[in-house]
């Protein structure tokens, strides 16, 4: 980032959470947030029936950017969730059927629900998918309008795109077009519902800077991107995954009590740092938490883990499960 200084709540709220990697425009970005109620996406895909932890921090950005006054685009995948995101992968995706990617979408979608407001409002939040438009297209109408403004050469110098070959990693031909499939999104969404802003994972940054330019190509002017940090764990593991498995936000594959035992059981490295992602608690009182030592630490972390578990499962889960014993002082936003 420059020496700018942001004056909207949001930009704000990511610099400040650890939510801030990369801007294509923070000015311009600044300017359109500053007018309230920005249409802004994340896109998310229907292979599994679960999102785990390692998601949760792309959830969490659409809820502060809702809390600030913006409106929360949710694109559900069951477009490109037939090709597969290559991004981050040594190895082809296993395609999924039609009905199987709509199962997971079902279940996928309860994780939004709790955690953003949907309905009409200026900020509410809204649910597409992207086969509306995607299961339309013909192969035909896909190269002649946005397969020519595109350049091979730039996409081979993409990371989704260079990494797999660098490691001698094959690339189907489907997966190599899954970036044109993610930038025609923008536009679409720009066209659709005055979508401006895209956000995603520090690996997706390829991606949505070419729906930037295929946006500015089609008349599409003015869109910005926003992405964070691919986050791990103090000691350099994937966030999400444990020894133990994925840790899955759906109840139904991990109980809540699972789930409060694996934020109650962080390193201590991350406390600070998972706060500011996974709670809503206030940044000073988190500065605060952080700064304590040895077995007051420990403190924080049941903090952490109330409040990241009921954030989620709602007020009445700590009670529900733990009873008393767990719901010790809350630090609340």
Request: hydrophobic letters at 40%; a negative charge; aromatic letters at 8%.
């Given at each position: 980032?420059?020496?700018?200084?942001?004056?909207?709540?949001?930009?704000n709220?990511?610099?400040?959470?650890?939510?801030?990697?990369?801007?294509?425009?923070?000015?311009?970005?600044?300017?359109?947030?500053?007018?309230?109620?920005?249409?802004?996406?994340?896109?998310?895909?229907?292979?599994?029936?679960?999102?785990?932890?390692?998601?949760?921090?792309?959830?969490?950005?659409?809820?502060?950017?809702?809390?600030?006054?913006?409106?929360?685009?949710?694109?559900?995948?069951?477009?490109?969730?037939?090709?597969?995101?290559?991004?981050?992968?040594?190895?082809?995706?296993?395609?999924?059927q039609?009905?199987?990617?709509?199962?997971?979408?079902?279940?996928?979608?309860?994780?939004?629900?709790?955690?953003?407001?949907?309905?009409?409002?200026?900020?509410?939040?809204?649910?597409?998918?992207?086969?509306?438009?995607?299961?339309?297209?013909?192969?035909?109408?896909?190269?002649?309008d946005?397969?020519?403004?595109?350049?091979?050469?730039?996409?081979?110098?993409?990371?989704?795109?260079?990494?797999?070959?660098?490691?001698?990693?094959?690339?189907?031909f489907?997966?190599?077009?899954?970036?044109?499939?993610?930038?025609?999104?923008?536009?679409?969404?720009?066209?659709?519902?005055?979508?401006?802003?895209?956000?995603?994972?520090?690996?997706?940054?390829?991606?949505?800077?070419?729906?930037?330019?295929?946006?500015?190509?089609?008349?599409?002017?003015?869109?910005?991107?926003?992405?964070?940090?691919?986050?791990?764990?103090?000691?350099?593991?994937?966030?999400?995954?444990?020894?133990?498995?994925?840790?899955?936000?759906?109840?139904?594959?991990?109980?809540?009590?699972?789930?409060?035992?694996?934020?109650?059981?962080?390193d201590?490295?991350?406390v600070?740092r998972?706060?500011?992602?996974?709670?809503?608690?206030?940044?000073?009182?988190i500065?605060?938490?952080?700064?304590l030592?040895?077995?007051?630490?420990?403190?924080?972390?049941?903090?952490?883990?109330?409040?990241?578990?009921?954030?989620?499962?709602?007020?009445?889960?700590?009670?529900?499960?733990?009873?008393?014993?767990?719901?010790?002082?809350?630090?609340?936003?």
């Amino acid at each position: 980032m420059t020496d700018y200084i942001p004056k909207s709540d949001y930009l704000n709220i990511a610099l400040q959470r650890g939510f801030f990697h990369q801007c294509s425009d923070v000015e311009l970005l600044d300017k359109l947030l500053l007018k309230g109620g920005l249409p802004g996406y994340i896109g998310f895909d229907c292979t599994a029936k679960s999102f785990h932890v390692g998601n949760l921090v792309q959830i969490m950005r659409l809820y502060w950017f809702q809390k600030t006054g913006n409106k929360p685009i949710v694109l559900m995948g069951g477009g490109t969730s037939r090709v597969g995101d290559p991004s981050g992968k040594d190895a082809t995706r296993q395609l999924l059927q039609i009905e199987k990617i709509e199962e997971n979408k079902g279940h996928l979608k309860n994780t939004f629900q709790k955690l953003l407001e949907f309905g009409s409002g200026v900020s509410s939040a809204i649910m597409v998918d992207n086969a509306e438009w995607l299961a339309e297209l013909g192969l035909v109408d896909v190269l002649r309008d946005v397969g020519t403004k595109f350049s091979v050469n730039r996409m081979l110098s993409m990371e989704s795109v260079k990494g797999r070959i660098d490691r001698d990693q094959e690339m189907s031909f489907i997966e190599f077009n899954y970036m044109i499939l993610q930038a025609y999104d923008f536009v679409e969404l720009s066209r659709r519902y005055g979508c401006k802003l895209q956000m995603g994972g520090s690996d997706q940054w390829g991606n949505i800077v070419s729906g930037i330019d295929l946006g500015r190509r089609m008349g599409e002017n003015d869109l910005a991107a926003l992405t964070c940090d691919l986050i791990t764990t103090a000691d350099g593991k994937k966030m999400g995954k444990t020894a133990e498995g994925a840790v899955w936000l759906d109840p139904d594959l991990l109980p809540i009590a699972k789930y409060w035992k694996f934020w109650r059981n962080v390193d201590d490295r991350d406390v600070g740092r998972f706060l500011r992602l996974f709670t809503t608690v206030d940044v000073g009182e988190i500065d605060r938490l952080e700064s304590l030592q040895e077995h007051e630490l420990e403190e924080a972390k049941t903090i952490l883990a109330n409040e990241a578990t009921s954030l989620l499962h709602g007020s009445n889960a700590l009670t529900s499960v733990f009873g008393g014993a767990a719901s010790e002082t809350r630090t609340h936003s």
